[in-house]
Nanobody, 126 residues
């Protein structure tokens, strides 16, 4: 059974840093990508960053590019989202999700993601 467990959220001041983790288990191959999504209060869910587990290529949306970095530790089966210089508008519940398509691009967030973590809340105070 595939499971994703997101963690690392919390309260952080604007300009600060936070690292989210997504621990994955149950995958039988590396033929997939893992993405971070977020849902801010009163807004629709949006894709933030994607990493191909097989190829390692990444994609990050412009609104957080240069501030957020996605990476993976294959030995730990964990994907990270390093958040720096956070802003109040980054406040959201962050979810990690997996899709059986091992490529990342601007289209990656439109796919039907089969597996979702439970979400972790990030609150940025001004």
């Amino acid at each position: 059974e595939v499971q994703l467990q997101a963690s690392g959220g919390g309260l952080v001041q604007a300009g600060g840093s936070l690292r989210l983790s997504c621990a994955a288990s149950g995958f039988t191959s590396d033929d997939h990508a893992i993405s971070w999504f977020r849902r801010a209060p009163g807004k629709e869910r949006e894709g933030v960053s994607c990493i191909s587990v097989r190829y390692g290529n990444t994609y990050t949306v412009d609104s957080v590019k240069g501030r957020f970095t996605i990476s993976s530790d294959d030995a730990k089966n964990t994907v990270y989202l390093q958040m720096k210089n956070v802003k109040p508008e980054d406040t959201a519940v962050y979810y990690c999700a997996a899709v059986s398509y091992p490529h990342c691009s601007a289209h990656a967030f439109r796919f039907e993601y089969e597996y979702w973590g439970q979400g972790t809340l990030v609150t940025v105070s001004s």
